[in-house]
């Protein structure tokens, strides 16, 4: 069975698998805070979200931005030092870059010939 087949039918799964496997490091040794372990889960569970709209084909940009901001905070949970200002940058550019790749995946409803007479 493909990992892709696994992963379709039981995300839930293997997040919880993840987070077990966070807790039994940090139990037995990895020095960890409960923030960090707290922002490790939540980038996993952001990248789930990630493959599972890449493969149901819906939602991947609204994932991309989740995956981002789960990825800042966990730079930040491990000490990344940026400002709010840096952080509100950042994140805009991703926004940013996303919705020009989204534009280019979405089909508008009316052509561009109608929009040119309705201006006209």
């Known amino acids: 069975m493909s990992p892709v087949l696994i992963l379709k039918r039981e995300p839930?799964?293997?997040l919880t698998l993840i987070a077990v496997v966070v807790k039994l490091l940090a139990a037995f040794g990895l020095d960890v805070t409960a923030d960090q372990q707290s922002a490790v889960n939540a980038v996993a569970a952001a990248?789930?979200?990630?493959?599972?709209?890449?493969?149901?084909?819906?939602?991947?940009?609204?994932?991309?931005?989740?995956?981002?901001?789960?990825?800042?905070?966990?730079?930040?949970?491990?000490g990344l030092d940026w400002s709010a200002d840096r952080q509100a940058v950042v994140m805009a550019a991703v926004t940013v870059i996303v919705g020009m790749w989204d534009r280019t995946q979405v089909t508008a409803p009316a052509?561009?010939?109608?929009?040119r007479s309705v201006k006209a």
Do not use: E, S
């Open 12 to 14: 839930a799964a293997w």
């Open 47 to 78: 990248a789930m979200g990630l493959l599972v709209a890449a493969i149901a084909h819906d939602g991947v940009g609204a994932a991309v931005i989740g995956l981002a901001q789960a990825a800042l905070a966990l730079a930040l949970g491990f």
């Open 111 to 115: 052509p561009a010939a109608v929009v």
